[in-house]
């Protein structure tokens, strides 16, 4: 075996593991470059240029944890490229500084590259090239600096340590309303139950110096400020968009689509009663208005009549009572469909809008947890005694007979009994199994002062 041989099975591939290492600054700065990139994207597209923020009245807490993992990834890949860019850099003069001994011109390796003793490594971008990309990167990881800081939350006889980025604003108010005292403070109960060694109240003041000699407890404030000021704004236009747009669309749909439609189609052949209640009350009245003739023209009010005026006279006011009624069956038909495409809208409103859906249900969880124990029990109270109390069944009979009305159905007194005696028993024994498995887990003191209004 000749010389050239020899080194291009020895040399060859010190030389290619060389020439791999001196590429490696570029490759980890390229990297990290990248991935401050893809963070900066980010904010641009999902939050107008501003970095990820722990809430946000615009996304869930869920999909903030999405946001909040993905950036996480890419902050460890930025951090982890730059160990390598700094340790790649700080070995490579020394690399240099021993060269390797030359290969031959006639040497060469499987790829038909063919070494030089001049083949040495070249940067592909210059030295300003590389000051603007480590800017760069340099303020992207400014941004999350503050925020991947972590806060300690002192507890009874326990210090737990937790990233802000990770903790969401539901966790953060079930685990402090599951803690709340029943004289409206909070409290952490130790994970093994037993007591601490100082006395409870000395830790909470100990705690509340020390938040309060937070250099950045005042931006806190003003950040939860704003987030409760901009979630209230958003669930209360929400709320009303939920009752104002199906209004809005069942009289619109029932004047410009339903009722044309009914008028053109089906009110001739419609009849004037559409259920036998309909017709009872239509009798009744025209009853009632031939005794009242005969009334009057006896004590003298009103002229006596011949048969024949008087037949003139009831038959007008039978074609007038017949016209009420046929409005009626007509708008109770129109009503039906309506009512769908209120529905309709309704759904849509909901399925379009589920970034404020979350925002309500966090406003009125906030809204209940806000409550004092006392508040809570009169709530309660008031709602069961409305619904299910003793003087309950005659609400639902009106709620009933206005929903048959509404729809034009005959009213049936079967149901009705049958639905009083069920419906609010099942609705009392929903109550009392949310008071028992959940009211009482997350505020006792509300259920013993329930009990104790109640009594």
Known sequence: MNFSNRSRGILAPLYNLHRWYCKTPERALDAAYLAAQQIEQIEQRYF?????????????????????AEVDRLLNNIRGRLAEFNASRSTLNFLNERSLPAIPLEASDASGYE???????????????????LRFIDAVLKRYRDLDRPITITTNSISTTAFASLDSPNEIR?????????????????????????????????????????????????????????????????ILTLILI???VHQ??????????????????????????????????????????????????????SEEEREKVVQEKALEIAEEFEARSGNAVENIFADLFSFFAFCIVLIVSRHEVEIVKS????????????????????????????????????????????FGLAENRQFNFLFIATFPVILDTVMKYWIFRYLNRISPSAVATYRNMNE
């Open 246 to 248: 199906p209004l809005l």
């Open 115 to 133: 070494y030089s003793p001049d083949d040495r490594y070249t940067p592909d971008y210059d030295f300003a090239e590389i000051l603007d990309h």
């Open 252 to 305: 619109v749909s029932k004047n410009l689509i339903v009722k044309p439609i009914y008028e053109k189609f089906w009110a001739e052949k419609t009849s004037v009663f559409i259920n036998y209640d309909f017709e009872e009350e239509a009798f009744s009245e025209l009853h009632h208005y031939e005794e009242m003739l005969q009334f009057q023209a006896m004590i003298g009010r009103a002229p006596a009549l």
């Open 48 to 68: 107008d240029g501003q970095p990820i923020p722990m809430r946000s009245a615009q996304y869930t807490s869920l999909e903030l944890g999405q946001f909040r």
């Open 363 to 406: 406003f009125i969880d906030d809204l209940v947890y806000g409550l004092s124990d006392s508040a809570k029990a009169f709530i309660i109270i008031l709602f069961t005694d409305i619904f299910v109390g003793y003087h309950s069944p005659h609400g639902w009979e009106v709620v009933l007979e206005g929903i048959f009305n509404h």
């Open 174 to 238: 079930a685990s402090e309303s599951f803690n709340r005292r029943p004289d409206g403070g909070k409290e952490m109960e130790s994970l093994s139950g037993s007591a601490s060694l100082l006395p409870r109240s000395i830790l909470r003041t100990l705690d509340r110096i020390r938040r309060e000699l937070d250099p950045e407890a005042e931006e806190d404030v003003v950040a939860k400020f704003r987030d409760s000021k901009s979630k209230t704004v958003i669930s209360l236009k929400f």
